[in-house]
């Protein structure tokens, strides 16, 4: 008897161990409908996460424009035929990007000149610890930048003195050419002893200048040909783009290369300057808007707005509603050198 009820008893347990068929399957279904929610929870955060990096990039970038496109802008003299092209959506100009001074002219080579070391030792006694800075500028020489050599002419004074204009044909950069021209023993020296052993550019000029109304020592400015503008990109959004030109060698504008992104995405231009998400607008200096540059000299201040939208942050929070607002920029910029 005693056997007997175990036997039954055992039975009885193994019977009862484990989940049913249709209990794994609620359970499967369950995990199924948890795992899709989480997975479409942190797809959305993730969409939302990007879309504030865009946003805050693209503000990022409007702070870049409004201390990029002013400084450029201030340099350029419409007088001297820096403005090579303007409409309301974009504006190519020359833009002077360093300056230098004429530290020696390569012997043998009269199309080579060289100039002073970027960095410069401190001089003896200086009390702000400071070397000389005698080059500077915001990007190195390229091939196609334009060189303005001061030229003193050959009347005394300054009534006949001018800048030439020289396009760059190549460049090189270092600190032990065969042999440096800048050197602290020239009869003209614009470094220290400190100084011979140091990096310096030396550029070769389409032309050669002519050393006895451009010295030693003439200052010397840089310009690039630049074009800023708005543009559709691959995604079919407006921005805002910046390029490099190839000079035409005329009043003409340049061949620009490929653009790079300054900001965007923006709101679609268009010719009101009251929705455009790229404007310019131009005045002479009784404030009447100009839109041609006939002629150039009278371009006086440069107005420019930038307006971005709040659209890629609806279409990342998924939201079916119309998010309105966004970021603008609007600045003004005086044409200094006019005269």
Known sequence: M??????????????????????????????????SLLTALLVRQQRFHRAVSAIADARARMRDIETILPTDLRGISTVGGDLYAISDTSIQFRAFTGASVLCAYVSG???????PPKSMAIPVGASNQVGTVLTAWINAPAVGDQVFL???STSAG????????????????????????????????LITAADDASPR???????????????????IRIAR????????????????GYQTCTPSGTAAPGTCGSREVLAGPIL?????????????????????????????????????????????LRRATGSNATITGGDSLRFVVGIRNRI
Do not use: H
């Open 2 to 35: 005693i056997a007997s009820r175990t036997n039954r008893t055992s039975v009885r347990r193994s019977s009862r161990a484990g989940f049913t068929l249709a209990e794994l399957m609620i359970v499967a279904t369950l995990m199924g409908i948890i795992g």
């Open 109 to 115: 080579q009269p199309t080579k000149i060289e100039l």
């Open 150 to 152: 001061y030229n003193d």
């Open 158 to 189: 300054n009534a006949d003195d001018s800048w030439t204009n020289f396009t760059v044909m190549d460049t090189a950069s270092s600190a032990a050419f065969a042999p440096n021209s800048c050197l602290s023993s020239n009869a003209t020296p």
């Open 201 to 219: 550019y030396r550029l070769t000029l389409s032309a050669a200048p002519t050393q006895a109304q451009i010295n030693v020592g003439a200052p």
């Open 225 to 240: 040909e630049v074009r800023y503008s708005g543009y559709i990109g691959a995604d079919y959004q407006w921005y805002v």
């Open 268 to 312: 679609p231009i268009t010719a009101d300057t009251t929705t455009s998400g790229l404007f310019f607008v131009f005045y002479d200096q009784y404030g009447t808007r100009r839109t041609s540059l006939t002629p150039a000299d009278t371009i006086a201040r440069i107005s420019v707005g930038v307006r971005t939208s709040a659209e890629s």
